[in-house]
C-alpha cells in the first residue's frame, strides 16, 4: 500500500507543478519583455544624446558644413533609421541688441536633414519655410526669431544648438500601443 500512495502522491504533485508553472508563466513572460522594451528604448535615447552631442560638438569646433554634419550623423545612427523615422537640427543663435542694453537670444541659421521624417518639428525654433537643400529661409526682422535659452547670451556671443529627434516604435507592442517621441538637444 505504502509503495501505491507513493505513486499517485508524485502523479499529483507533477500536475500540481504543471499548473503552477501555467500560471505564473505569463507574468514571467510580461516582466522579461517588458525589461527588454524599457533597454532598447534607454539605448536609442542615449544615442541620440550622443548624436546631439557629438553634432554640437562638431558645430562649434569645425568648419565642415551643418549639412555634413548632419549626414555624418545619420550614418553613423545605426540601430537607428534616421533617414526614415528621425531628424536632426542644427541651429546658430546670437546675442543680439535689442534696443535700450536689452540682449535677445535671435535665430542667425537653422539647418535640418534632407532625408528624414518632415513631421518632427524643432523645439526650439519653427522654421516658416524650408529650402530643398535642408536651409531655412529665416524671416527679416529678428523680432520673429528670438528664442528661448535656459541661460542668457552676452552680445555677441553665439551657441550652437543641435536637436535630435526620433519617433520611437516598440517592439511588442504590450507596453506602448503608439509610437514615442524621443527628444534630445544640446547647447554648444
Given amino acids: 500500500m505504502c509503495k501505491k500512495d507513493r505513486l499517485v502522491k508524485r502523479f499529483y ?3 500540481q507543478s504543471l499548473l503552477e508553472l501555467s500560471m505564473i508563466l505569463p507574468i514571467l513572460l510580461l516582466l522579461c519583455f517588458g525589461a ?3 533597454s532598447h528604448a534607454i539605448l536609442f535615447n542615449n544615442m541620440l544624446i550622443n ?5 554640437a560638438n562638431l558645430a562649434s569646433r ?3 558644413s551643418p549639412q555634413f554634419i548632419i549626414d555624418a550623423l545619420n550614418h553613423t545612427s545605426a540601430p537607428l533609421q534616421m533617414e526614415v523615422q528621425g531628424m536632426i537640427f542644427i541651429s546658430r543663435v546670437t546675442g543680439t ?3 535700450s542694453g536689452l540682449i535677445l537670444p535671435v535665430i542667425d541659421e537653422q539647418y535640418r536633414a534632407v532625408y528624414g521624417n518632415g513631421a518632427l518639428l524643432s ?3 519653427q522654421c516658416p519655410h524650408w529650402e530643398t537643400n535642408g536651409n531655412c529661409t529665416l524671416p527679416v526682422p529678428n523680432a520673429t526669431r528670438v528664442v528661448a535659452l535656459p541661460f542668457s547670451l552676452k552680445l555677441g556671443y553665439q551657441v550652437y544648438v543641435v536637436e535630435t529627434l526620433y519617433d ?3 517592439l511588442t507592442h504590450l507596453f506602448l500601443t503608439t509610437s514615442a517621441q524621443l527628444y534630445s538637444v544640446t547647447y554648444f
Fill in 51 to 55: 548624436m546631439s552631442r557629438e553634432g
Fill in 13 to 15: 504533485s507533477a500536475g
Fill in 36 to 38: 527588454a522594451e524599457l
Fill in 97 to 99: 541688441d535689442a534696443g
Fill in 62 to 64: 569645425t568648419t565642415q
Fill in 168 to 170: 520611437y516604435n516598440p
Fill in 123 to 125: 523645439r526650439l525654433w
